[in-house]
């Protein structure tokens, strides 16, 4: 199949491999590896820049692993890794070219891409229900919890009961309730049984194949691992949104790079725009809850939507005690009218503790109305530190790179000349973000960049090179090239560490640059709609005022 497809692809494979080398030569820390022989064509290609890995240590705890061109038959067959930035947006985390559907090749992937990613797993995963994917993830990420998406569950079961959803035209209908309404694992089952014998498919053997498989992809079996989920039904669309608009069914192996950078170029625009409107404007406070106030200067502003939506709901749902063993007290809480919908909160006031049975917190990292209500009986008035997610917040990217989930990165004299260099540049990024807010803010960035080159400059000269930097791996049948990984027994010359750092420089330089034109672009087309805006509203008012006379 491999070989199949690889002379199907011709020579654009070539092309990507150029794309790689090309990409690798100009950024040490740009990872490629490739399966298989040297020829290059039996096996799979997987890359990753050093934005992608960063973005995996910010926000790596839960992933989608999309292989939608397995399912839309896309011409080439373009994988990627994504995950949820702190605006909730898709971010990415690598990509691939899977030449070989096989438990293998999907193993090596997954291999491959841990990693890349310092070999730090994830908490959950979401990929498309597929038994080979299935395998290779249980063999490479045993501890993660793997979930199918339920869109593409919902698609192939149209497929597989179109006799059924055209004579029965409710029954998609009460399926699709059964699986997104139901939020225990008592009411799924009696909707389930009672759903199968409403419309006499007991035996049929694709709805009995789905319900085997019941823990991998119905909602009230997943409550209680995080997926950054907002809502039930947030997810259930294809895996493919980061990519969606640019790569697609009629997408050549030529035309994936280009298309590839726009995709990447266009997100990292909009988490641009939402960082601005974060940072630059206030939301509206709907109550005049001191906890409202201090989520507003906490979270993203999709984030500080979404808790102020929890928030203002806990006045439709009061907390009643129900009751108290020791320092635990639980509640019953339940919305005006809907009290056969009631939840059950267990709060501990000495610890600050609370958790409630609908889970959300436990799911997406978001406090709910429940727990909320009960804050609110018991005149709690700011959000406990432990009910905020830093991978939520906008400071999400500032400070240590680990979030509440993640292990430590290694962190130790002997680490390779790879993780090094990875470390500094993700700081230098920082320090770049950072330094390139306002012209005072850069000057004194680079009045401390210089005096900081004149201490390393002077350190390297007092300190001997270690024999291990730059490792080459080269092991599993696979050609792993990853800058920095080669390891060589001769010393750096002054010389040439001088000139690498002045390399580094010029970058850091370049990309402050282009970051300090990019913001006043930025700031130009707001300024622009918001002109837009005021004149819309004259015309508005003028049109009233004609009306009336």
């Known amino acids: 199949m491999s070989a199949t497809r690889h002379r199907a692809l011709g020579g654009g494979v070539n092309h990507v491999l150029d794309y790689l080398r090309r990409m690798q030569a100009e950024n040490p820390s740009f990872f490629y590896a490739i399966q298989g022989d040297n020829d290059h064509t039996g096996g799979s290609i997987f890359w990753a820049d050093a934005t992608s890995k960063m973005n995996y240590a910010y926000f790596g705890d839960t992933v989608v692993f999309d292989t939608t061109y397995r399912t839309n038959r896309y011409r080439v067959p373009f994988a990627s890794f994504t995950g949820l930035n702190h605006h909730g947006q898709p971010v990415l985390f690598g990509c691939a070219l899977i030449l070989s559907d096989s438990e293998a090749s999907f193993a090596w992937l997954f291999q491959t891409w841990l990693h890349a990613m310092s070999d730090r797993r994830p908490i959950s995963i979401t990929t498309d229900p597929d038994r080979l994917i299935q395998m290779a993830v249980t063999q490479v990420l045993p501890e993660t919890r793997l979930r199918f998406n339920r869109w593409s569950i919902f698609k192939e079961t149209q497929e597989k009961l179109a006799h059924i959803y055209q004579s029965q035209p409710t029954f998609e209908i009460e399926f699709k309730k059964c699986i997104n309404e139901t939020e225990t694992i008592n009411e799924f089952e009696s909707s389930w049984v009672s759903l199968l014998e409403r419309y006499f498919v007991m035996d049929n053997e694709w709805l009995q194949s789905m319900y085997n498989a019941r823990q991998q992809w119905v909602p009230a079996y997943m409550r209680d691992t995080f997926f950054g989920d907002f809502s039930i039904t947030e997810r259930n669309i294809g895996l493919n949104s980061f990519f969606e608009g640019f790569v ?31 940072t630059n404007t206030s939301p509206v406070l709907k109550t005049p809850s001191p906890m409202e106030k201090q989520a507003a200067n906490l979270y993203t502003r999709r984030i500080f939507m979404k808790f102020q939506e ?60 429940h727990i909320l209500a009960v804050f609110r009986a018991k005149n709690v008035l700011t959000l406990p530190s432990q009910y905020v997610l830093k991978r939520w917040t906008r400071n999400a990217k500032i400070g240590d790179m680990q979030d509440e989930h993640a292990t430590e990165l290694p962190n130790n004299s002997r680490e390779s000349l790879t993780d090094r260099y990875n470390t500094l540049r993700q700081e230098a990024i920082k320090y770049v973000e950072e330094g390139a807010k306002s012209i005072h803010v850069y000057n004194v960035a680079m009045d401390a960049l210089q005096e900081a080159l004149k201490k390393v400059s002077s350190a390297k000269n007092q300190s001997p090179i270690s024999a291990e930097d730059g490792a080459l791996s080269n092991g599993r049948n696979q050609e792993l090239h990853a800058a920095g990984d080669t390891e060589t027994v001769a010393c750096q010359s002054a010389d040439e560490k001088e000139k690498k750092i002045r390399e580094l420089t010029t970058e850091l330089e370049s990309i402050n640059r282009r970051c300090e034109v990019y913001r006043a672009n930025l700031l130009a087309v707001l300024r622009d709609m918001e002109e837009q805006k005021l004149k819309l509203s004259v ?9 009336r006379e």
Not at 344 to 369: D, L, P
Request: charged share 25%; proline share 1%.
């Open 248 to 278: 697609n069914a009629s997408t050549t192996i030529q035309m994936l790079i280009k298309q590839f950078e726009k995709a990447v170029a266009s997100w990292h625009e909009k988490e641009l725009k939402s960082d601005y409107d974060t």
């Open 310 to 369: 929890e928030l203002v709901e806990t006045l439709a749902n009061p907390a009643t005690k129900i009751d108290e063993s020791g320092t635990v007290a639980t509640y019953r809480v339940a919305k005006f009218g809907e009290e056969h919908k009631a939840h059950t909160v267990n709060f501990t006031s000495f610890e600050m503790k609370a958790n409630c049975s609908c889970q959300m917190f436990e799911h997406s990292g978001i406090i709910c109305r």
């Open 539 to 547: 015309k508005v008012q003028n049109a009233r005022l004609n009306l």
